[in-house]
């Protein structure tokens, strides 16, 4: 299985801020990497998938990059909505797997 | 509005049986791969099995490889996931959530566009 890394585990900002969160796979994963927010108590939220491609609808203070083993997700000016946990997910191959998380908490 | 709605979740017994439901509307479910997703108390994601759009191809973690079935009634616009020999590792919010292939370049990405709202499962005595 490819196993997804991310760090920081946790992470705190000021509104205003920017920062970056970095994902990283076990495997080579081409670009199949997908970026999710979630919120306490509700689903996770697509953010951007294929490592870079925002998905419709989400701001474009985010940000995604990264190719092979190697991503990272960028929020420019963090809103006070922004924090949440983000975690990062492979689909190249099933299972697909996620990293452990990473919460931005405001500072 | 694209919608997917869990149900069936609940509290039973270690080595019992449950069997989650995921109703779609606002979609041509037929149409596209659908992913179950589970997420234990305080934990993170974890992908637990996913199935083609006509229900020929089933692919799940290997946590769950045996005790798990998916399955799908597409005139019902249904999907679901039985779950035999409960473990209490199996605790979780369980979501359904649709798989999308979307072309970036000359190269189909999948990811998971839609989520459910999640069913809560209990495995405990």
């Known amino acids: 299985d490819i196993q997804m890394t991310q760090s920081p585990s946790s992470l705190s900002a000021s509104v205003g801020d920017g920062v970056t969160i970095t994902c990283r796979a076990s495997h080579s994963i081409r670009s199949f990497l997908n970026w999710f927010q979630q919120k306490p108590g509700k689903a996770p939220n697509l953010l951007i998938y294929?490592?870079?491609t925002l998905q419709r609808g989400v701001p474009s203070r985010f940000s995604g990059s990264g190719s092979g083993t190697a991503f990272t997700l960028t929020i420019n000016s963090l809103q006070p909505e922004d924090f949440a946990t983000y975690y990062c997910q492979q689909s190249y191959t099933t299972p697909y797997t996620f990293g452990q998380g990473t919460k931005l908490e405001i500072k | 509005e694209v919608q997917l709605v869990e149900s069936g979740g609940g509290l039973v017994q270690p080595g019992g049986s449950l069997k989650l439901s995921c109703e779609a509307s606002g979609l041509p479910f037929s149409s596209y791969w659908m992913s179950w997703v589970r997420q234990a108390p305080g934990k993170g994601l974890e992908w637990v099995a996913n199935i083609k759009k006509d229900g020929s191809e089933k692919y799940y973690v290997d946590s769950v490889k045996g005790r798990f079935i998916i399955s799908r009634d597409n005139a019902k616009n249904s999907l679901y996931l039985q779950m035999n020999s409960l473990r209490a590792e199996d605790t979780a919010v369980y979501y359904c959530?649709?798989?999308?292939?979307?072309?970036?370049?000359?190269?189909?990405?999948?990811?998971?566009?839609?989520w459910g709202k999640g069913t809560t499962v209990t495995v405990s005595s």
């Open positions: 959530a649709r798989e999308v292939a979307n072309i970036v370049g000359a190269v189909y990405y999948y990811y998971m566009d839609v």
């Open positions: 294929a490592a870079s």
